[in-house]
């Protein structure tokens, strides 16, 4: 397998990533709880990333939460000072994103710049595992690392 942009971006920062990979069916890729199966790993430590958009902003927002938990969107907008967010529909997303859903990863998004958001249940683990922009390959990184590298904000977005 060649190198993803989003491992070139941590390599260029310098940060150790592993990389995880899994089978899935192209026509029904798996949720987040099912990618975290695959690759032996607790849920809560698999993160997803959502695209959000809504009032106040001219560019998408992405929010990163654990497999195993639920986007607030009221909890979220507060988190980010707006009055609402909302989930951007599948085809939307991939337009935008230029990525698949099941595929969509923060890292392989970074040169769009788009604001990044990570939920805070992230700092219980030394390291989380991320979508690297492809289906099929989960990066696991440092949180700090994450953080640093994506300029992202932690925030509570997920249910409670």
Known sequence: MSKLNSQRLLERHQVAYTTHTY???PDD?????????????PPGQVFKTLVLGGAGHGRPVLVMLPADRQLDLKRCAAALGQKRLELLPRAE????????????????????????????????????????????????????????????????????
Do not use: F
Not at 29 to 41: F, G, H
């Open 23 to 25: 089978v899935y069916d």
């Open 93 to 160: 997303t991939e337009r935008l994103t230029g990525l698949k859903i099941g595929g969509i990863g923060a890292l392989a998004l970074a040169p769009k710049r788009w604001p990044c958001y990570l939920d805070r249940s992230a700092m219980a683990h030394e390291r989380i595992y991320v979508n690297a922009g492809q289906r099929g390959v989960m990066l696991g990184v440092a949180v700090a690392d994450l953080l640093r590298v994506l300029g992202a904000h932690l925030v509570d977005a997920a249910e409670q």
């Open 29 to 41: 890729p798996p949720d987040a709880v099912e990618v975290a199966r695959r690759i032996d790993l």
